[in-house]
């Protein structure tokens, strides 16, 4: 680094610092109040709150879905129109419930996911919101697959 260079960037980090305080230049003063907060807004296409199960910190603590929801939902024949074939991965593990999220619909719908073994699981097939195709902890754990697994599913409708 040459001197020159070094003097300018000891002068541009001072500079920097005032960088917020430009927002405030109004009628040839510096003001040294903020600007008023934004009201937020929801996004339509955001993903629903969720709420983290007091103290989980293992997957059996986020997976709050009962044996018997496990067996309903397995208990699911694959049949229906084939959508496509997917390489999931883990969802969201505190949003509860049996999903897939991907960009084979377009709207929220009833439909399967199978694994290549045969194991079957209904689910709720909902939009991407971007990102990759994910499988909820729920729908996870009742296929039988570990965590960190990436499998290819079949999606069906219902």
């Not at 991407?128 to 069906?156: E, N």
């Amino acid at each position: 680094m040459t001197l020159r260079s070094l003097a300018l960037f000891l002068v541009a980090i001072p500079a920097l610092g005032a960088c917020d305080r430009l927002a405030g230049l109004r009628g040839g003063g510096w003001s040294d109040t903020a600007a008023p907060a934004m009201a937020p807004h929801a996004r339509p296409d955001a993903a629903p709150a969720v709420v983290v199960p007091n103290g989980a910190r293992t997957a059996a603590a986020f997976d709050t879905t009962s044996e018997a929801d496990k067996r309903a939902a397995r208990a699911a024949p694959a049949t229906g129109q084939v959508l496509g074939k997917l390489v999931v991965s883990l969802g969201n593990p505190a949003e509860q419930g049996f999903w897939l999220r991907s960009s084979l619909v377009s709207g929220a719908r009833p439909g399967v996911v199978k694994l290549a073994s045969g194991a079957t699981v209904q689910v709720d097939l909902l939009p991407a919101a971007g990102g990759g195709p994910q499988l909820s902890l729920a729908a996870y754990r009742a296929l039988g697959l570990g965590l960190t697994d990436l499998p290819t599913v079949t999606v069906l409708t219902r």
